[in-house]
């Protein structure tokens, strides 16, 4: 485990680069707008948090990994490693293709009224679609996200920033867009949970039967 790996997980974790303990890091910065890091040290100290309030969350981040993050790992036990890769590999593979499932087979399918089809691992892998519509040698793409709150959808639209190029490689190609269905368990059943994405790919569907007329 590289001391830089558990630096930034206990960073992240105890929210010590959140804003409320660092200041708002990137506005300051274009601020001072700096021609070298010794201007931008000066600007942070003068302007943002003293050198001794950063020394401080060091000291306290120290803490929490010594103390906190230590004892969690020497309570891991073999069993529960071996738990863990079960689970991992079956159950939440499982899970995740019970989701994919009765989200798009069991909802989009009905309600859209055309063949949604599972994408090949090419596809998968370039333009980071998980399943395809055709419509008249056109295609549209699908992404499912299982998600259980929201703190998971603002991770997902951050992952959406980042393969925004591949989608529009995507488009590019093959003429329709990519649409991103989150998917939510509620009770036994899977919803999906943003709704408003149904009437977007009707939108998308009607657009390319009417465009290839």
């Not at 201007?39 to 020394?55: G, Q």
């Not at 994405?197 to 998308?204: C, F, L, P, Q, T």
């Amino acid at each position: 485990m590289s001391k830089e790996w558990i630096l930034n997980h206990a960073m992240n974790r105890f929210q010590f680069n959140y804003k409320r303990n660092v200041g708002a890091v990137s506005e300051e910065i274009r601020k001072c707008s700096p021609l070298s890091v010794k201007d931008w040290e000066y600007y942070y100290f003068k302007n943002v948090k003293p050198k001794e309030h950063l020394e401080d969350l060091g000291r306290r981040l120290f803490i929490k990994i010594t103390e906190v993050i230590d004892s969690e790992i020497e309570s891991i036990t073999e069993k529960d490693c071996i738990d863990y890769v079960l689970n991992l590999v079956i159950n939440r593979t499982y899970d995740g293709y019970q989701t994919e499932i009765r989200t798009i087979y069991g909802v989009l399918q009905q309600v859209l009224g055309v063949p949604i089809v599972a994408a090949s691992d090419e596809w998968d892998r370039k333009y980071n679609v998980d399943f395809f519509i055709e419509i008249n040698n056109n295609f549209i793409g699908l992404q499912i996200k299982p998600v259980n709150n929201t703190a998971q959808i603002s991770q997902i639209y951050k992952e959406r920033e980042i393969q925004h190029q591949t989608h529009k490689d995507f488009f590019k190609k093959f003429g329709g867009r990519v649409f991103y269905i989150f998917s939510q368990k509620v009770s036994d059943k899977k919803v999906i949970q943003n709704k408003e994405v149904i009437d977007e790919i009707k939108s998308e569907i009607l657009r390319l039967r009417n465009t290839s007329k």
